[in-house]
């Protein structure tokens, strides 16, 4: 059976030629992914719509640089990943979360986490919170290397391509994230005990 489904590469081939209409099969196909992405970077539901709508204009503004060298996915991820960092600097002066904001439960799952650091599983949304608002804290380049890294489980070379930072860089801004996390940290539990 033959599939009547045009290729990323048609449907791009057709808008780059005028056709702006064949741009809709595309935003259908890889909204879902564009959006889970959005959502790791910001809290709120209309800045996660923000970030998806201005990476489908950046996406269609931009569409005649996409070479066809990678999937086209690859492509509007990296995309996004930039859409997500510039997000991520332009909130940096409005952090609305402070230390002093944590909750009881994160406290208390903190306090278990370091007498014991083995995960359980009724800790789980108390751990979620908590590593959201250690996230909040950080700058917009370490919460994007951290975030790649360990919860989209990203590889180096994957941050790299994704980024456009080098292999090095990735490694260098990996360091400092973890290190602006152990701050983070220490003063959440000075906090708790002043």
Known sequence: MISMERTDAELIAAVLQGDTVSFEP??????????????????????????????WLRAFQRLGTFRGEAPFEHWLMRLTVHVCYDFLRGHQRNREITLTEISDEEHDWLERFAAQPEPSSDDSNAAKQLVERVLAQLSPSARLVITLLEIEEKSVKEIAELTGWSVPLVKVRAFRARAEMRKVLAKISQNKYL
């Not at 196909?29 to 923000?50: G, L, N, Q």
């Open 26 to 55: 595309l935003v259908k196909k890889y909204s879902p992914r564009v959006f889970a992405t959005a959502r790791r970077y910001a809290r709120r539901e209309s800045e996660v719509e923000d970030i998806v709508q201005e990476v």
